[in-house]
């Protein structure tokens, strides 16, 4: 069984290394931190039975926005291969949405997804409605 919980500093390596192993946009340790430090509510991660993280979510509100337009922006979402088709990205997507409307009162969230990725494309077009 996985858990989504809010990520706390302690699991910002975890995070780094399931991106390593999954995604090939890649970053530093310090672009987490400036993460966690800024946007604390939104980070998310999936622990598994043994504490083993097996997925994240980046996200932050977008600091140009202009009045009136204030949105979230995930930057990265990620979920380890053994875990993946079980709805953990959806769960973690849901927990940063429910987190950026409740504490920022986002009107809406952005996000860039390769086309070629068609397993993302569909979870975020028809799990998740995005436009």
């Not at 991660?45 to 993280?53: K, N, R, S």
Request: glycine fraction near 4%.
């Amino acid at each position: 069984m996985v858990c989504i919980r809010p990520a706390t500093v302690d699991d910002l390596m975890a995070m780094q290394r399931c991106n390593l192993l999954c995604l090939p946009e890649n970053y530093q340790l310090k672009y987490y931190m400036y993460h966690i430090l800024s946007w604390p509510q939104l980070l998310h991660v999936a622990e598994d039975y043994d504490g083993t993280i097996v997925g994240y979510v980046l996200a932050k509100m977008e600091e140009d926005a202009q009045p009136g337009d204030c949105h979230g922006h995930i930057t990265s979402v990620a979920v380890a291969r053994s875990h993946r088709g079980l709805g953990v990205a959806t769960r973690l997507m849901i927990a940063t949405h429910k987190a950026m409307v409740d504490v920022f009162a986002a009107e809406y969230v952005s996000l860039h997804v390769r086309v070629t990725n068609r397993v993302a494309y569909h979870m975020y077009t028809d799990s998740l409605k995005y436009e």
